[in-house]
């Protein structure tokens, strides 16, 4: 791959989850305890969540022992998540709060963007979508930060066309895409390698691996945040993904985001050390692999 280096050449990022069930993704001696757990392992740098449409605005005390607890940690590339409110659907004046709030959150972590998604199951005309899309990048801008926007498989925006799509109508130079390849795999029409062909490469921001079975589950959100597979470990054609992002010149950032239940009862240490013993070397053999 063209993507900046370090293990071989691939520098690997470990997306550090929210802390289920306890749906705080703000304790900080928990949170650094997985980014340490990241450094042993290997990984140049972490992704971790701030924020979540689930839970209220985060207290200023929580924010003061979490950013405390981060001193010294490992680099912060991205961070999550914001719900943006592509329909209109709540109070404006609410949703710039929440907005400021999370971008601030982000940029103080250091991180260069932040991943937005939309949980509405359905969209307006593209052109109201874009331009509420449009408010959130400016805001982002104002703050020096980037937005990857990650399409979901039960949403309205399930697939990379329609990504694309509401990228074109929002017009904003700091807007980009995550490909997940899990939800890329369980996107409706199923994964199609030519629609990331078509895909500009500078507007894919990230790139998030994890693996699953061709067998679809009865439930996709239980999978995509307890079911996840190491990357080799199930049937999605990460490798094909890979090439195709190499031959259009896309030089995303690349992570880890293999949320798994079965990984996480082995413990903080063992879980990252399984996450990149198992993608950094199938990205430098991705890698050698490429013509």
């Not at 802390?19 to 650094?32: G, H, M, N, Q, V």
């Not at 030519?194 to 894919?204: K, Q, T, Y």
């Not at 061709?214 to 079911?227: C, K, R, Y």
Request: charged content about 25%; proline content about 8%.
């Amino acid at each position: 791959m063209n993507a900046d280096t370090t293990h071989g050449e691939t520098p690997l990022i470990l997306a550090v989850p929210p802390l289920f069930p306890a749906l705080d993704p703000l304790i900080a001696a928990e949170t650094r305890e997985r980014i340490d757990a990241a450094a042993d392992a290997g990984f140049s740098a972490v992704a971790v969540c701030t924020g979540h449409p689930k839970w209220g605005l985060p207290t200023d005390a929580d924010v003061d022992g979490f950013f405390g607890a981060l001193e010294g940690s490992l680099p912060i590339r991205t961070s999550e998540v914001i719900d943006v409110d592509l329909l209109g659907a709540r109070d404006h004046r609410e949703s710039v709060a929440w907005y400021a709030r999370m971008l601030d959150l982000s940029a103080r972590t250091g991180a260069e963007s932040i991943n937005v998604i939309s949980l509405a199951s359905e969209l307006p005309p593209l052109s109201e979508a874009g331009a509420r899309l449009a408010e959130l990048c400016d805001l982002a801008a104002d703050r020096g930060l980037a937005i990857n926007f990650e399409f979901l498989p039960w949403t309205g925006i399930h697939d990379v066309p329609g990504a694309v799509r509401l990228l074109e109508a929002t017009d904003r130079d700091n807007l980009g895409l995550v490909i997940d390849t899990w939800h890329w795999f369980r996107s409706p029409a199923g994964p199609d390698l030519d629609a990331l062909r078509r895909v500009p490469p500078e507007r894919i921001h990230l790139l998030q691996l994890s693996d699953a079975p061709n067998a679809v589950p009865d439930d996709l959100v239980v999978e995509t945040l307890g079911g996840r597979l190491l990357p080799g470990d199930g049937d999605i054609d990460i490798a094909g993904v890979l090439r195709v992002l190499d031959e259009i010149g896309a030089a995303p950032m690349v992570a880890c985001e293999i949320f798994s239940d079965a990984l996480a009862s082995l413990g903080v240490a063992e879980n990252a050390r399984r996450q990149y013993a198992a993608t950094a070397p199938f990205l430098d053999r991705a890698r050698l692999a490429a013509p």
